[in-house]
Each structure stands twice: as structure tokens, then as C-alpha cells.
T-cell receptor, first 115, second 114 residues
Framework: GAVVSQHPSWVICKSGTSVKIECRSL??????MFWYRQFPKQSLMLMAT?????????EQGVEKDKFLINHASLTLSTLTVTSAHPEDSSFYIC???????????FGAGTRLSVL | AQSVTQPDIHITVSEGASLELRCNYS??????LFWYVQSPGQGLQLLLK??????LVQGIKGFEAEFKRSQSSFNLRKPSVHWSDAAEYFC????????????FGKGTKLSVKP
């Protein structure tokens, strides 16, 4: 089946530093990838839709200058949390849409802890 | 407004017992419906999906779900639960086509008693 690799799975960083999270579709091309944030015991909240070769579309309330998204190829999207603060600590999950199957395949998630 | 409601926050069943997780949706167009499972600290794994056709869909791990348009429901069922089924289950709805994101319910946590 389709596989989405998300890296790193866990990152701890100091307040003020930037963290990059990668999302790769391993065996299919994804023109669209999604970035979600999940708070403890909560559902997934869509942060942004990442389209290959164009600017990402951010959901209301998500700071695009803080959460930088790059989708430079059909198999890779990156989310960079800039100048991270403790309130950015969360579980971030990416997904890649298989156009052929109209299904989103999810990465295993990245747990970000900002000290 | 588009939304997904999972009325049960937490369900506990005995191993071997049957399971039904409820999902109701509100969606303006013909919905594409999904059930995902999430183990602690993990991403989401697709259990099954409904796009069209037979309203009873079979998924992985012995799960099935039935789409009932009149009730705007897409309940997940399993005849006999195994301890390894303990996880968080999310129902989601989305548009057809290649664009558009999924709308998730808040999830139902399943605990399994020995």
C-alpha cells in the first residue's frame, strides 16, 4: 500500500529555534499534501494545504510566516516551525493525497516539544 | 456547515464482543466517507472508505461500515473485538475529486477489557 514517511518522529528544541519536518510519499506522487496539528485527546486540525509548485493555502488563524511550507517536488513537502515557542509543542501529522485513488495517506506524525 | 460528529468519546468493550462506533455527518454535497485508526503516538491508518456503490463497505482488520444516507451516518462495526483494536478511531468526510481536505470527527477512544 501507499506509504508516507514523516521525519523526524520526535524532536525537542529550545525556544526560539526553528524546526523542519519532512513529509515524503514513498511510492506515489502527491500533488497535494496536508499538514495537521493534533492537540492531546483532540481531533486533527488542518493547518494548511500544500500544492506542488505553488504557495500553500493556510487555514484561518494559522500564521503562514511561522509555519513555513514548501512543496518543491511531487513527493516531498516540508513544514518549518520558525522561532518555536512552548505553545507550539504539539503533534504534527502530514498526509499525502493519492490522486489516482482519492485517498489521503498519513505519516506517522512528529511530536514537537519546545523547551 | 460541514461537520462530523462522533457522539461517543470513549467506549470500553470486552474482548470478543461486538463493536459499533457511531459517526454522523453534515455535508452539502455527496460525501466521501472514511474511517481511520490511530494508535498512541502514531499517525492515522485508513480502515475503510465509501465513495459510491454498495453501502456496506469492508475494510482491513475485520472492520466494516454502513453508509445510511437517510440518517447521515457511517457507523463502524466489528463482530468480535481483539485487544489489539484498542486505539483512537476517527471518522472523516471529504469531497470527491483531487482537491479538498478531510473534515474529522473528534474521535472515539476504544478500550478493550480482557
Amino acid at each position: 500500500g501507499a506509504v508516507v514517511s514523516q521525519h523526524p518522529s520526535w524532536v525537542i528544541c529550545k525556544s526560539g529555534t526553528s524546526v523542519k519536518i519532512e513529509c515524503r510519499s514513498l511510492d506515489f506522487q502527491a500533488t497535494t499534501m496536508f499538514w495537521y496539528r493534533q492537540f492531546p485527546k483532540q481531533s486533527l486540525m488542518l493547518m494548511a494545504t500544500s500544492n506542488e509548485g505553488s504557495k500553500a493555502t493556510y487555514e484561518q488563524g494559522v500564521e503562514k510566516d511561522k509555519f513555513l511550507i514548501n512543496h518543491a517536488s511531487l513527493t516531498l513537502s516540508t513544514l518549518t516551525v520558525t522561532s518555536a515557542h512552548p505553545e507550539d509543542s504539539s503533534f504534527y501529522i502530514c498526509s499525502a493525497r493519492s490522486t489516482a485513488k482519492n485517498i489521503q495517506y498519513f505519516g506517522a506524525g512528529t511530536r514537537l516539544s519546545v523547551l | 456547515a460541514q461537520s462530523v460528529t462522533q457522539p461517543d468519546i470513549h467506549i470500553t468493550v470486552s474482548e470478543g464482543a461486538s463493536l459499533e462506533l457511531r459517526c454522523n455527518y453534515s455535508y452539502g454535497a455527496t460525501p466521501y466517507l472514511f474511517w481511520y485508526v490511530q494508535s498512541p503516538g502514531q499517525g492515522l491508518q485508513l480502515l475503510l472508505k465509501y465513495f459510491s456503490g454498495d453501502t456496506l463497505v469492508q475494510g482491513i482488520k475485520g472492520f466494516e461500515a454502513e453508509f445510511k444516507r437517510s440518517q447521515s451516518s457511517f457507523n463502524l462495526r466489528k463482530p468480535s473485538v481483539h485487544w489489539s483494536d484498542a486505539a483512537e478511531y476517527f471518522c472523516a468526510v471529504g469531497p470527491g475529486g483531487s482537491q479538498g481536505n478531510l473534515i474529522f470527527g473528534k474521535g472515539t477512544k476504544l478500550s478493550v477489557k480482557p
